[in-house]
């Protein structure tokens, strides 16, 4: 059973930076993909972006495209921590983020659709608060 623990929330003013964390504990698994979705209340959890590695080995990420540019997602070597580093936040940027993980089945691996909808995602955190003030 995985968990997914973050830390790295708070309240910054529009410009600034937070760098969020996510680790997990439980297996390793190798094509598993990581990642990061946010919520308002009253609205549907959105996919920020998430991290995977392909059957190859090569690392690639996706974003979507309101945070293009000025978030990044990273990963440790061990893949068991996975990096949100919000950069220019907006003040439309404040919600709860969620860590996500997905664990493809079957010998497969993540790819670039994965882990985009609330409903890819077979494991959450419990969420960290980010608020960005104008």
């Known amino acids: 059973q995985e968990q997914l623990v973050e830390s790295g929330g708070g309240s910054v003013q529009a410009g600034g930076s937070l760098r969020l964390s996510c680790a997990a504990s439980g297996h390793t698994y190798s094509s598993a993909c990581m990642g990061w979705f946010r919520q308002v209340p009253g609205e549907e959890r959105e996919g920020v972006g998430y991290i995977y590695t392909s059957r190859s ?10 945070v293009k ?11 068991r921590t996975v990096h949100l580093q919000m950069s220019s936040l907006k003040p439309e940027d404040t919600a709860m983020y969620y860590c996500a ?11 670039p659709s994965s882990l985009r909808r609330p409903t890819d995602s077979d494991y959450w955190g419990q969420g960290t608060q980010v ?3 104008s």
């Open 131 to 133: 608020t960005v003030s």
């Open 101 to 111: 993980a997905r664990i493809p089945r079957g010998g497969n691996y993540c790819g």
């Open 57 to 66: 080995g090569s690392s690639d990420t996706y974003y979507v495209d309101s």
């Open 69 to 79: 540019g000025r978030f990044t997602i990273s990963q440790d070597s061990a893949k």
